[in-house]
């Protein structure tokens, strides 16, 4: 996400000209509000509505995009002005993080990537490098759907999952006698592949993003 919270619609194609762009470049003029079926998937689209384009970016081919008729007012000096431009991007962040999750649901067809557990009310869309690192966009590609167990113990560098999609167990935790949550859903993961992976190649787990986490969880 961009550091203003907005979210940028990309031209079609890279041509400034092409019929579709000149449309959306007199929409924004004219302050037309449109409807953006936002691509949760193939075939998925999520309706958000109204947005209004606030801006172009030609350099890198695409639109800003204001979520409501709030934000097109431009921004003041004022703190008050400050504060309600904070409360804009915190909702932005928090659909952000409704289309990461559908997204992430979808392409993991609603299972545990570690054990393939199928219920969405026990699954998390989780991120790979966490959503405040500067790589830690809300991309499918660091997402994975994990179970609340896998969640936790990614996060607590418990587990780690190395970039040729192996699960690691810390090493302390192998060598411990507990009940069926350490000995199944833990330690008989050691050194298994990953259970479930999107179908679609370019929704897997971005590599640089999984070595960057697995460095994370070997030095825990
Ligand atoms: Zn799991």
Redesign the pocket.
């Known amino acids: 996400m961009a550091p203003d919270g907005r979210l940028r619609y990309k031209w079609r194609g890279e041509d400034p000209h092409h019929p579709e762009n000149r449309a959306l470049r007199a929409a924004m003029e004219d302050q037309l509000p449109l409807i953006w079926f936002f691509g949760v998937g193939p075939g998925e689209y999520k309706p958000i509505f109204p947005i209004y384009l606030v801006a172009e970016e030609q350099d890198s081919h695409q639109f800003v995009v204001a979520m409501d008729e709030e934000q097109r007012e431009s921004v003041g000096g004022t703190a008050e002005e400050h504060v309600r431009n904070y409360l804009r991007v915190e909702r932005n962040q928090r659909m952000h993080q409704r289309i990461f999750r559908s997204t992430v649901m979808r392409a993991y067809t609603t299972r545990?990537?570690?054990?393939?557990?199928r219920h969405g009310e026990?699954?998390d869309a989780a991120h790979i490098v966490e959503d405040g690192h500067e790589l830690g966009v809300a991309s499918v590609r660091n997402g994975l759907a994990?179970?609340?167990?896998?969640?936790a113990a990614f996060d607590a560098r418990i587990l780690g999952i190395r970039s040729d999609l192996v699960v690691e167990i810390r090493s302390d935790l192998l060598a411990e006698i507990d009940g069926p949550m350490l000995q199944h859903?833990l330690k008989e993961?050691h050194g298994e592949r990953l259970m479930v992976l999107p179908a679609v190649k370019k929704e897997r787990p971005d590599v640089g993003l999984l070595e960057l986490a697995y460095e994370k969880f070997r030095s825990a």
């Open positions: 545990c990537a570690v054990c393939a557990l026990l699954l994990l179970c609340k167990i896998h969640h859903g993961r």
